[in-house]
């Protein structure tokens, strides 16, 4: 016997940053789903709170202008497929951006996810994705420090 029912992924989620997310439109965006996957994001080393906290906490002003998706991104932490693209694209803002890696981070954090942490968008063309994770997912504790960006 098949079961045909639908569960939304935002109506079981219990997502850090819960009421900021719900107040946007399609917040996370259905394209987000769970994964199981190692990810990777720039952080520092050792890891502070700084290093897991999204744009939308670091930067407030971020999140008053823009779309609705936008500013459903900031409160996303930015990850990356691969950690050769995490690198990659630190190095071109690094590169385009003054003092861009000494604020967002110097190193390269392995970051594991499963279907219960949280939804990942799909990874764009240079790699990156968007991560909302859940209430309960502990970021320090499933992270570790790869080493230093170049």
């Not at 850090?16 to 997310?21: G, R, S």
């Not at 930067?59 to 930015?78: E, I, Q």
């Not at 951006?97 to 240079?126: C, M, W, Y």
């Not at 994770?133 to 970021?139: H, Y």
Request: neutral net charge.
């Amino acid at each position: 016997m098949t079961n045909n029912l639908t569960i939304k992924v935002n109506e079981v989620m219990d997502y850090l940053y819960a009421d900021e997310l719900y107040a946007l439109p399609k917040c996370p965006p259905a394209r987000a789903k769970p994964t199981k996957m190692i990810a990777w994001r720039w952080t520092f080393s050792p890891h502070t709170d700084k290093c897991f906290s999204p744009v939308a906490v670091l930067d407030p002003k971020r999140v008053l202008t823009g779309s609705d998706s936008t500013k459903c991104s900031c409160w996303a932490l930015s990850m990356f497929e691969s950690q050769n693209a995490a690198v990659a694209r630190m190095q071109e803002l690094d590169s385009l951006i003054p003092n861009f890696k000494p604020t967002k981070g110097d190193h390269v954090s392995q970051v594991n996810l499963t279907e219960i942490d949280g939804v990942a968008t799909p990874p764009d063309a240079r790699g990156h994705f968007d991560f909302h994770p859940c209430k309960s997912f502990d970021l320090k504790s499933n992270s570790k420090v790869i080493g230093p960006i170049p």
